[in-house]
């Protein structure tokens, strides 16, 4: 399920979420969830097998994560990468961040991560479920339930001229 909707701050901002792993929101990009191995490693966004790896593709700049917490989950990374276009290779745009999901009491769709200034452009999120845990923890399960983004519409402002070939403009409530 893909939602979109304007705010005065973030203008367009979308949320796609792992009901439906392939989105197209009509733009020159999809936006979904890459889940490597998803007959065995994944369910419905829920992994507990660490070297567990998901894709998520976005345009920038807001990014927010969400997923679950409790006592049984784990640790995860992340990392981000800006794509360029056909001419400049990617760009890394955030090295490996360690995400904790471990809650004493459980909590679902919560956000587990967000930044707000990445670059006005398309990226990549690779995620890793980790083998390492928080020392509470009874497991390592990873739960990913959606992500909120910046829609870019890819819109390019132009310039108009203005060809004034004389001084005079026309009259405006009879002035002159």
């Not at 929101?25 to 999809?30: V, Y």
């Not at 920038?60 to 290779?89: C, D, M, V």
């Not at 809650?103 to 006005?120: A, G, H, I, R, T």
Request: glycine content about 6%; aromatic content about 16%.
């Amino acid at each position: 399920m893909t939602v979109t909707y304007s705010n005065p701050y973030y203008g367009f901002y979308s949320e796609v979420s792992t009901d439906q792993y392939e989105v197209n929101l009509n733009s020159d990009s999809s936006y979904n969830f890459s889940f490597i191995n998803s007959m065995t490693d994944w369910e419905n966004g829920l992994s507990n097998r660490p070297g567990s790896k998901l894709y998520i593709n976005f345009s920038g700049p807001k990014f927010t994560l969400y997923g679950s917490r409790g006592i049984n989950y784990g640790k995860f990374r992340i990392k981000f990468t800006a794509l360029q276009n056909a001419e400049t290779p990617a760009v890394l745009a955030l090295d490996w961040q360690t995400i904790d999901c471990f809650s004493s009491s459980f909590s679902d769709n919560v956000e587990l991560f967000s930044k707000l200034d990445f670059e006005e452009k398309d990226h990549v999120a690779e995620l890793e479920v980790l083998y390492e845990k928080n020392i509470g923890s009874r497991g390592n399960n990873i739960k990913i339930s959606k992500y909120s983004f910046s829609y870019n519409l890819y819109l390019k402002v132009g310039t108009e001229l203005i060809n004034q070939t004389d001084n005079s403009f026309a009259k405006i409530g009879g002035l002159r």
